[in-house]
């Protein structure tokens, strides 16, 4: 099993991927993308915050500190993607 700060890494190094990749891109991507990035942000932080209020006692100061992290970087990626979305339209 991974521990909950483990998950938390893990979805921030991805998260902060996807990001850094689209803010290279010289290219857009489809619409379907952007809101299936934005679905995927927002189930990310979801899971992470549910693991945080199910089970309080995995969790250490620190592994807190990361899932608040990743929650903030799951909104804001979220907020990224969706205004990508308006702006192609």
Do not use: H, K
């Not at 998260?15 to 679905?39: E, G, K, Q």
């Amino acid at each position: 099993m991974i521990p909950p700060a483990g998950m938390a890494i893990a979805a921030l190094t991805v998260m902060l991927w996807i990001l850094w990749s689209d803010s290279i891109r010289a290219r857009r991507s489809t619409p379907v993308l952007y809101a299936l990035r934005i679905a995927l942000y927002l189930i990310v932080g979801a899971i992470l915050v549910l693991n945080r209020l199910r089970y309080p006692s995995l969790f250490s100061t620190a592994a807190t500190v990361l899932v608040a992290l990743a929650v903030l970087v799951s909104l804001f990626g979220a907020c990224w993607f969706g205004r990508r979305l308006v702006a192609r339209g």
